[in-house]
């Protein structure tokens, strides 16, 4: 499998997160590295996902991985 790297620029640290954009309802979704690189998907490293802004108006929802024994 190859190392994902984060998306920001000058940023050499491996992802841990994927970023995605729902404009409609002016929203961010940050959660879990997608298990395929997506076209409308940013990769972000821990430490530019924990410190994302966005824009006034614009919410963040931030969707954690479940333990694999959940129901």
């Known amino acids: 499998m ?9 940023c050499g640290a ?3 997160a ?14 879990p590295l997608s298990t395929r690189v997506e076209p409308h998907g940013y990769d972000l490293c821990g430490r530019h996902a924990a410190s994302l802004r ?3 108006g614009w ?5 954690e991985r479940l333990p694999r024994d959940a129901s």
């Not at 994927?18 to 959660?31: E, H, P, R």
């Not at 919410?59 to 969707?63: A, F, H, K, S, T």
Request: charge should be positive; proline fraction near 3%; charged fraction near 25%.
């Open 2 to 10: 190859d190392v994902r790297i984060c998306s920001k620029v000058a």
């Open 14 to 16: 491996s992802a841990g």
């Open 59 to 63: 919410q963040i929802v931030r969707r």
């Open 18 to 31: 994927t970023l995605t954009y729902d404009y409609a309802d002016s929203m961010v979704v940050i959660g």
């Open 54 to 56: 966005v824009p006034r």
